[in-house]
C-alpha cells in the first residue's frame, strides 16, 4: 500500500463574480507528481504561494483535482465513498490551531478523534495522555483552550491528531508558533512515531533545519515540483534554493561561505556536530583567526516611549481558571529602538505587548505611552492604537473587509485622512509589504497564510504608528519573504524612528535585528541585554525553553572543542569573519 501516489495533479482555483460566472482562473498545482512510499518522511518546502497547503489539501481530500489523480492509501480521493476512510486515514494538522480545536476541555479536545474513530474507552485516556506527554502538555489537560497560547493551543491540535494514530500525518507550519524546544520536542515525536510505528510523515515547513532527517525533500515553485532528493542533495544546492525564495540550515551556510573563501570544507553539511568535526579537520586546532574585537552595541537615547512600573497580569482573577501571566514587569522602551521579545510558549510575551496599546488592563501596576498613563480615566485609547500598532498572532484575527484594499485602507481611514491619503498609504503598505497589485481586489479570507500576514501587517503600517508592535510576524512567511519584511520595517524604523518590538521564536531573527532582547520566563523578566550579551547564557536559555542562533552554538562548540575562536558571532556573516584563518 501506497501512502500517497500523485499523478498528474492540476488544482485551478475560480473566482467567480456576483452573478455566480467564472471571472478569472488561477492555477495553484501543475501537473504534479508524487509517489510516498509506506513509513517514509518526507518534507515538502517551496515558497509562500508555491502550492504546499494545496497539495496537502489534495492528500486529505480536502480538495478535489481539476485534472489528475490522489491516491491516499489507494483510496482515490474524487471518490465519496473513501471520504471518511482518506480522513482517518491521513490526518491533518492545520497552520492555524483554531481551525481544528473543538472542545472546552484540552483533554476532551485530544479525545475527539478517537472517540469519534470507535476507539474504547480506556484506549481513549490512555492515548490521550501519551499524546499530551509528547507535545510537553499534560499539565494543561483539564485547562480551557481559550487560556492557552497560540504556541501551546498548535501544542493540542498536534495532540490531537497523535491520538487518532493514522497511518500518515499531513503537518502543514505544524511548529511556526512553538518555541524552539518546544519545536524540537513536536519534531522528536513526530520522528518517533515515523520510525517506532511506522506512520508516514509528511511535513510543510519554513524552518529548514527540521527537515535535514528527511528521508525525501521535495521542493516546490510555482505550482510543480522543481528538486527531489535527500537533504545531503537538496541543501547542496544554495545558490538554487535561493533563486527559490528559500534558505538552507545556518550551519549549512556558513559551510558553504567558508568553502567560498577556500576552507575545505564539504557541501551540504547539515549538524553544528559535523560543522565542528569537518572544520577542525580542515584548519586544525592552531590556526591562527581572527582576533576578538569588541563590537560596539547600540544604546537607547532621550525619555523612554512606553514604560511599565510593577506590571501584574493575572487571567480569569478569583475565578476557578486563575492565572498570573506578568508579575514584577519593569520595562522602559525608547524612540527608534528595536527590541527582540522572545521567551518560551506561555511565558506572557503576547499578553505584555496586549499591555502595550492597551487591549488589556494591568490588574497591577501603570503603563505609560509619552509619560501618560493609559490606564488613567478620560485616557484616549483610541488614539493610542494609532500611535502604538500591533500585528496579532494569528493574521485571521484582524482581516475581515471584502478586499484586500479595503482592508488595508481601514486604519487610516478612522485617522481622519482624506480618500487620496487613506488610498496613497494602503497602496504604499501593500507595496512594501509585497502584495501583488492584481490580488488588491481579492477577499483577504481567500489567501494563503503567508499572503494574510503580509496584508495584516501592511494593515498596521498603513497607519503610519510611533511603535509598531509584531507578534511572531513571520510566522508562514517563506525565507526571502521574511528577510525582506523584517527588512523593510527596520529600513522605516530607521528613516522614521519608529520603534519596533518583535516577539519571535526565531533567535536567528532577533539576532540579526535587535538592539536589545527582553527575555520573559514564567512572567518575569529574565534578561534585559543586548542579544550579544544575551545570547552568552546558552545553558540557561535552554533551561527556559529557548535556544541560541545555531551560528553562536557553533562557535561556543568549536571553543570547547579546543579551536581558538572568539564565541559571541550571532550571525553567519560574523561567523564568516571569525572562522575565515589569517593568512
Same mark, same amino acid.
Not at 509506506?38 to 492528500?59: D, P, R, Y
Not at 483539564?142 to 500518515?168: D, F, T, W, Y
Not at 556558513?254 to 565542528?276: C, D, H, N, Q, W
Not at 577542525?280 to 560596539?296: H, Q, Y
Given at each position: 500500500? $501506497? ?242 525564495? &528559500? ?68 487571567? =480569569?482573577? $478569583? ?13 522602559? &522602551? ?146 526571502? =519573504? ?23 521564536? +526565531? ?28 545570547? +552568552?547564557? +546558552? ?39 571569525? &572562522?575565515?584563518?589569517?593568512?
Amino acid at each position: 500500500m $501506497k501512502p500517497v501516489w500523485v499523478k498528474n495533479l492540476v488544482h485551478d482555483y475560480v473566482t467567480r463574480d456576483e452573478e455566480g460566472n467564472s471571472a478569472e482562473i488561477r492555477r495553484a498545482l501543475d501537473h504534479v507528481e508524487l509517489d510516498v512510499e509506506e513509513g517514509q518522511f518526507i518534507a515538502v518546502l517551496g515558497a509562500n504561494g508555491s502550492g504546499k497547503s494545496t497539495l496537502a489539501k489534495h492528500i486529505n481530500a480536502l480538495l478535489l483535482p481539476t485534472e489528475g489523480q490522489v491516491l491516499t492509501c489507494d483510496m482515490d480521493t474524487a471518490d465519496d465513498e473513501f471520504l471518511w476512510e482518506i480522513r482517518k486515514s491521513a490526518g491533518m494538522v492545520f497552520q492555524n490551531p483554531d481551525n481544528q480545536i473543538v472542545a472546552s476541555v484540552v483533554e476532551e479536545d485530544v479525545g475527539f478523534g478517537p472517540e469519534n474513530l470507535g476507539v474504547p474507552t480506556e484506549e481513549i485516556l490512555t492515548r490521550v495522555k501519551d499524546s499530551l506527554a509528547a507535545v510537553g502538555m499534560t499539565k494543561y489537560s483539564k485547562s480551557s483552550p481559550n487560556h492557552l497560547s497560540g504556541g501551546q493551543k498548535q501544542r493540542v491540535a498536534i495532540a490531537g491528531i497523535l491520538a487518532m494514530e493514522p497511518k500518515c500525518i499531513l503537518m502543514d507550519e505544524p511548529t511556526a508558533m512553538l518555541d524552539p524546544i518546544g519545536r524540537r520536542e513536536v519534531m522528536d515525536t513526530v520522528h518517533r512515531l515515523n520510525k517506532e510505528k511506522g506512520i508516514t510523515v509528511i511535513l510543510i515547513t519554513h524552518y529548514m533545519e527540521e527537515v535535514i532527517d528527511a528521508d525525501r525533500i521535495f521542493v516546490m515553485s510555482d505550482g510543480h515540483v522543481a528538486m527531489q532528493g535527500t537533504p545531503k542533495e537538496i541543501f547542496a544546492r544554495v545558490e538554487e534554493l535561493k533563486e527559490l525564495r &528559500l534558505e538552507v540550515p545556518q550551519v549549512t551556510e556558513l559551510a558553504y561561505e567558508l568553502s567560498k573563501r577556500g576552507v575545505a570544507m564539504p557541501p551540504a553539511i547539515l549538524t553544528p556536530e559535523e560543522f565542528v568535526e569537518e572544520y577542525r579537520k580542515a584548519v586544525g586546532t592552531s590556526v591562527k583567526l581572527p582576533s576578538e574585537n569588541e563590537i560596539p552595541e547600540r544604546k537607547p537615547e532621550g525619555d523612554p516611549v512606553l514604560s511599565l512600573r510593577d506590571v501584574r497580569y493575572v487571567y =480569569g482573577e $478569583k475565578t476557578a481558571f486563575e492565572t498570573v501571566a506578568l508579575t514584577d514587569v519593569n520595562l522602559d &522602551l525608547y524612540q527608534g529602538e528595536y527590541i527582540g521579545l522572545i521567551g518560551h510558549t506561555g511565558s506572557g510575551k503576547s499578553t505584555l505587548i496586549q499591555l502595550l496599546n492597551g487591549l488589556e488592563h494591568a490588574t497591577e501596576g501603570t503603563v505609560s505611552f509619552r509619560g501618560e498613563d493609559i490606564f488613567r480615566e478620560g485616557y484616549n485609547r483610541r488614539e493610542l492604537r494609532s500611535n502604538v500598532g500591533l500585528v496579532f498572532q494569528y493574521p485571521d484575527h484582524q482581516l475581515f473587509e471584502t478586499t484586500i484594499l479595503a482592508d488595508v485602507s481601514f486604519g487610516p481611514k478612522n485617522q481622519g485622512l482624506s480618500d487620496e491619503e487613506v488610498k496613497e498609504r494602503a497602496e504604499w503598505a501593500l507595496r512594501l509589504t509585497g502584495v501583488d497589485s492584481a490580488m488588491w481586489q481579492y477577499s483577504p479570507l481567500e489567501l494563503s497564510g503567508g499572503q494574510k500576514r503580509r496584508v495584516a501587517i501592511a494593515g498596521v503600517l498603513a497607519m503610519k504608528p510611533k511603535v509598531m508592535i509584531l507578534d511572531e510576524p513571520t510566522a508562514g512567511l517563506d525565507p526571502a =519573504g521574511r528577510d525582506e519584511i523584517l527588512g523593510e520595517i527596520d529600513r522605516i524604523r530607521k528613516e522614521t524612528g519608529m520603534t519596533v518590538v518583535l516577539v519571535s521564536h +526565531r533567535m536567528e531573527d532577533v539576532a540579526r535585528f535587535a538592539d536589545r532582547l527582553i527575555v520573559i520566563s514564567d512572567g518575569h523578566i529574565k534578561y534585559a541585554d543586548s542579544p550579544r550579551a544575551v545570547f +552568552r547564557h +546558552r545553558d540557561e536559555l535552554t533551561d527556559v525553553g529557548l535556544e541560541v542562533p545555531q551560528v553562536t552554538q557553533i562557535m561556543q562548540m568549536l571553543s570547547e572543542s579546543g579551536v581558538a575562536c572568539r564565541t559571541d558571532a550571532i550571525t553567519t556573516a560574523e561567523g564568516v569573519e571569525a &572562522l575565515t584563518p589569517v593568512k
